[in-house]
Structures are given as C-alpha cells and as structure tokens.
C-alpha cells in the first residue's frame, strides 16, 4: 500500500489550481490539493490491499452518469460508470469488487457490471471493515448498524438510531456513529452500548467521519467545516473554508478516509490531503542527509 503515497496522486490531468485552500485552524497540520475535476461529489472512499483508491461520485440524476473514481497505485487513472445515483457508501468485498449503497445496495466489478447485492441492506450509507472480516454498515432508512459478516449473513449491532450516517473504529475498538439528522454523535462500546452522546453539531451536518491521529474526525457538509473530536467528548473545528458545491444534497466536504499520516477529504470537485506537520527534528535530520550525500558524491565523484 505504501506504493500508494507516492504514485497514485501523482496524476495531474487534475491538478488545476485554486485561488483558495482550505484553512487548516491547527498550525501543526498542511493541507494540499490533490485532484479536481471529479465531478458533482466526491464522497465515500474506499481503498484495498494493493492500494488502489476509489471514490464514489455523489451525483443526482440529470447531472451524468454515476461513477466511481478509480486511482491505481502506478498512478493510471481510470473511471468505473456504475450509473448509481446519490451512492453514499463504498468498500472492498474480499473478491474485489465493489459493495457500493444506496437503496439495497449493489455490487459493481472493476469493469463496471452491476448487480443487486445478494444481501439487501436498507439505505447503506456508508460501509467499514472491522479488520476482521466483517462489514459495519449504517443502515440509515432503518436506523441501525448491520454487521455483514463473511458468509454474507447480517446481524444488528445497534438499532434505535437517528439516520445514522457514517461510523469509525477508534484504537479502543468502539465505535463512533454520526446521527445526521439530529446533529449528534454516539460512542459504542464493542458490545453495542452506548458509551456518550455528542451534541452541538449542526443539524443535517455530521458527514463522513475517520479515526484518525488519536481522534476522531467528521466532516460537516452543511457549514463546509471538519471537526476534531476526542475520547472526552470534547471537540473543536479542525477546518473550516472546503469548496463544496452550490446545492443540495450536501455542499461541502463528505468522504473521509485515513491512511497513515494522510487524511483524505472528498469535498464536491476536490480531492485534498492533510498531514502532520513534519516535526523541525525531522526537517534537521532530512537536511542533514541531504548534504551528507551530496558532500558522499562530490567525494566519489559521481
């Protein structure tokens, strides 16, 4: 997956140049355009083992085809045109293709056949691995979380939700759900009870969330914001300014996805990445080794 840092972002058919980048409110984290020109909403992402990247394409009929992005680890762009409409979540299936929402849910091969998922789920907003296996899925019309296991059957996790939206894992195992419509946040432990509830998120606005950096992180489409949550319950703007686009249904960043020291944000025609800092240790030891080559080659004559 490593391949993945360096090569596939490297495609720059999209990398046009905005007037304004997002403002990262922590000084301790960058932020840099990736790729545009994904068209009307790039949200969910998901990648697999080798490292290829696929984004849905959030699209409303009327506005083209719906389509999945898909960034290979040599760099190759290629599109997979799934014609799904408003497909919130996406993930890997162990057979490689794609399990992608929303309605039933449908299952889409790298050359774009679909079919209906063999497993109808209700409205799957967005779609986790457990890194054992399994699939946790926000079934947002029936207010539950599902877990797909291997064999394709499903139990419920949790039910009684608020439209839940998207879910994350953090280093504890618990869970962390996004309630979209009531503007809240809940902490599960691993057998499904509820640990806290977060309030003070606008309503309509808990999006895509990652556990990323020892915290947990959630886009708000609605004020074009990312939060930073803690274990505490405690939580701050993290940035604030994403594109976004100019209607419903959602207007500023959606999709997270964390890999390593990289954030990936999906916001409407952008793809951004944030990441640390590097620490002035670390700038030290990389300048130093620098000039200890070129000072090597000189001595060499090479």
């Known amino acids: 997956m490593k ?15 905005v007037e304004a980048l997002p403002a990262i409110l922590d000084p301790n984290y960058d932020i840099t355009l990736i790729a545009t020109g994904l068209g009307a909403g790039a949200g969910a992402m998901a990648m697999d083992n080798e490292g290829n990247l696929f984004i849905n394409d959030y699209r409303d009929p009327g506005t083209g085809n719906g389509r999945i992005h898909w960034f290979k680890p040599n760099g190759e762009y290629a599109t997979i045109n799934s014609n799904i409409y408003y497909s919130g979540a996406i993930a890997v299936l162990p057979n490689g293709n794609l399990l992608v929402g929303p309605g039933p849910g449908y299952e889409v091969t790298r050359d774009g056949a679909v079919s209906l998922f063999p497993t109808a789920l209700s409205c799957p907003y967005n779609i986790k691995p457990d890194g054992l296996g399994n699939f946790f899925v926000s079934e947002g019309c029936a207010g539950r979380i599902t877990i797909l296991h291997q064999d394709q059957t499903t139990s419920t996790f949790a039910s009684g939700l608020n439209n839940p939206n998207d879910l994350t ?3 504890q195992g618990h869970l962390w759900i996004s309630e979209h419509s009531l503007g809240t946040v809940i902490e599960l432990d691993s057998t499904g009870q509820k640990i806290q509830e977060i309030t003070g998120f606008t309503q309509y606005g808990p999006g895509g969330m990652q556990f990323w950096d020892g915290s947990i992180f959630m886009s708000n489409p609605m ?6 949550i803690e274990k505490d319950g ?8 994403f594109t976004g686009k100019a209607n419903p249904p959602f207007n500023g960043p959606s999709g997270l996805l964390a890999v390593g020291n990289t954030l990936y944000v999906g916001d409407a025609d952008n793809l951004w990445k944030i990441s640390p800092v590097p620490e002035p240790t670390t700038l030290l030891l990389l300048g130093s080794g620098f000039m200890g080559l070129v000072l090597l080659r000189k001595k060499l004559k090479i």
Request: no cysteine; glycine share 4%.
């Open 223 to 228: 004020d074009a914001t990312i939060v930073r």
């Open 169 to 171: 894992f953090d280093n």
């Open 234 to 241: 405690s939580w701050t703007y993290f940035a604030s300014g």
């Open 3 to 17: 391949k993945l840092y360096y090569a596939i972002f490297i495609l720059l058919v999209f990398a046009t140049k």
